[in-house]
């Protein structure tokens, strides 16, 4: 097939010691530190997912047909059997592919790369021996493998195929875009297994499972055997959780200084005001008393007013509570003395 070689030539593709015109395999790598972009936190933890290789052959499997279910892998006719398609926009994944296929059937897939305007996709095609092609074949409803170790490894594959995270500083939020329902609901079964609270959105015609709590996005990393990724996610959960409760604590004690102040000013206008009209010395000792101890501590609240005062809390608002109310009916008083 034109513009397809074989998995031998990857290794010195990735290496560096060979190339081939029109096709870089680094091209989904990390650039040098002059040139380089940000990496995202999904892009980070894919990276780390594409490193880890299972050790047993069924792990390898379900890792491997998660990659092609979510990627909307197809089977194609060779010349000798049937050959398992992808179409990948990751180079890590791409590599992974291949090497996965080395390892289960040591097969020689083929690759081949397109380089377009904002990346680079990977096209590859794994010939399947005959007893690996029920795999590849089974419908949504019926391909969830029974292990549970199986199962870890198809949903590491899946979302190394159509998910993405965000980063824990931004918000929390985790999806995967499954090629149909059936899949989509396949997904959810497994993450509700796995004590994970998910949904399911359907979004532009796809179906979206999404997770958006911080504690089930930790999980399915683990689930997945993200531990750098884990670590990170929980390192930047615990700063960011921290300052959110600085911030809602200063919001509260704000709000409560606030509070205390404008309460103390209305209070010490009202006294000002009674003593205008009517004068202190018309009111009852206690509530002359009170003024006075008002006037003079306006930025006092009421527990520290009361504990200067020798009097309770109840005590101190009563009285002040009166006096405002006397302000706002001297005028009347007033009027009628005369």
Same mark, same amino acid.
């Given at each position: 097939?034109?513009?397809?070689?074989?998995?031998?030539?990857?290794?010195?593709?990735?290496?560096?010691?060979?190339? =081939?015109? !029109?096709?870089?395999?680094?091209?989904?790598?990390?650039?040098?530190?002059?040139?380089?972009?940000?990496?995202?936190?999904?892009? =980070?933890? @894919?990276?780390?997912?594409?490193?880890?290789?299972?050790?047993?052959?069924?792990?390898?499997?379900? +890792?491997?047909?998660?990659?092609?279910?979510?990627?909307? !892998?197809?089977?194609?006719?060779?010349?000798?059997?049937?050959?398992?398609?992808?179409?990948?926009?990751?180079?890590?994944?791409?590599?992974?592919?291949?090497?996965?296929?080395?390892?289960?059937?040591?097969?020689?897939? @083929?690759?081949?790369?397109?380089?377009?305007? @904002?990346?680079?996709?990977? $096209?590859?095609?794994?010939?399947?021996?005959?007893?690996? =092609?029920? !795999?590849?074949?089974?419908?949504?409803?019926?391909?969830?493998?029974?292990?549970?170790?199986?199962? @870890?490894? $198809?949903? %590491?594959?899946? $979302?190394?195929?159509?998910?993405?995270?965000?980063?824990?500083?931004?918000?929390?939020?985790?999806?995967?875009?499954?090629?149909?329902?059936?899949?989509?609901?396949?997904?959810?079964?497994?993450?509700?297994?796995?004590?994970?609270?998910?949904?399911?959105?359907?979004?532009?015609?796809?179906?979206?499972?999404?997770?958006?709590?911080?504690? !089930?996005?930790?999980?399915?990393?683990?689930?997945?055997?993200?531990?750098?990724?884990?670590?990170?996610?929980?390192?930047?959960?615990?700063?960011?959780?921290?300052?959110?409760?600085?911030?809602? %604590?200063?919001?509260? =004690?704000?709000?409560?200084?606030?509070?205390?102040?404008?309460?103390?000013?209305?209070?010490? +206008?009202?006294?000002?005001?009674? +003593?205008?009209?009517?004068?202190?010395?018309?009111?009852?000792?206690?509530?002359?008393?009170?003024?006075?101890?008002?006037?003079?501590?306006?930025?006092?609240?009421?527990?520290?007013?009361?504990?200067?005062?020798?009097?309770?809390?109840?005590?101190?608002?009563?009285?002040? %509570?009166?006096?405002?109310?006397?302000?706002?009916?001297?005028?009347?008083?007033?009027?009628?003395?005369?």
């Amino acid at each position: 097939m034109p513009g397809l070689f074989r998995c031998g030539q990857l290794a010195s593709n990735v290496s560096g010691s060979r190339s =081939e015109p !029109g096709i870089d395999w680094n091209a989904g790598r990390r650039r040098p530190a002059s040139r380089r972009c940000p990496i995202s936190f999904s892009s =980070e933890v @894919k990276s780390e997912l594409s490193g880890l290789i299972p050790a047993r052959p069924c792990c390898q499997l379900a +890792e491997l047909t998660g990659i092609f279910y979510s990627t909307r !892998g197809r089977l194609i006719r060779t010349g000798s059997g049937n050959a398992a398609y992808f179409s990948l926009l990751r180079n890590s994944v791409a590599r992974k592919v291949v090497r996965l296929s080395r390892n289960l059937a040591q097969v020689d897939a @083929k690759y081949h790369a397109e380089r377009h305007a @904002k990346r680079t996709a990977f $096209f590859i095609e794994v010939p399947l021996p005959p007893a690996l =092609e029920p !795999g590849f074949t089974i419908p949504a409803a019926r391909a969830l493998p029974p292990k549970p170790c199986d199962r @870890k490894n $198809f949903f %590491r594959g899946f $979302f190394l195929g159509c998910g993405s995270v965000n980063a824990p500083s931004t918000r929390y939020h985790l999806e995967l875009v499954a090629p149909t329902l059936g899949w989509a609901t396949i997904i959810l079964c497994l993450l509700h297994e796995a004590q994970v609270r998910a949904g399911v959105v359907e979004r532009a015609g796809q179906h979206v499972v999404y997770v958006k709590d911080a504690e !089930g996005i930790a999980r399915c990393l683990q689930l997945m055997g993200g531990n750098r990724a884990v670590m990170e996610f929980e390192n930047v959960r615990v700063v960011r959780d921290v300052r959110a409760q600085v911030n809602r %604590r200063i919001n509260f =004690e704000t709000a409560n200084i606030d509070k205390t102040i404008g309460s103390a000013m209305r209070q010490v +206008e009202a006294i000002n005001r009674l +003593e205008r009209e009517q004068g202190l010395e018309t009111l009852p000792p206690s509530l002359q008393e009170m003024a006075r101890w008002r006037r003079e501590n306006p930025e006092l609240n009421l527990s520290e007013l009361a504990a200067q005062m020798n009097l309770s809390k109840s005590a101190v608002n009563h009285r002040l %509570r009166r006096l405002v109310e006397i302000s706002e009916g001297a005028p009347e008083v007033s009027t009628s003395a005369r």
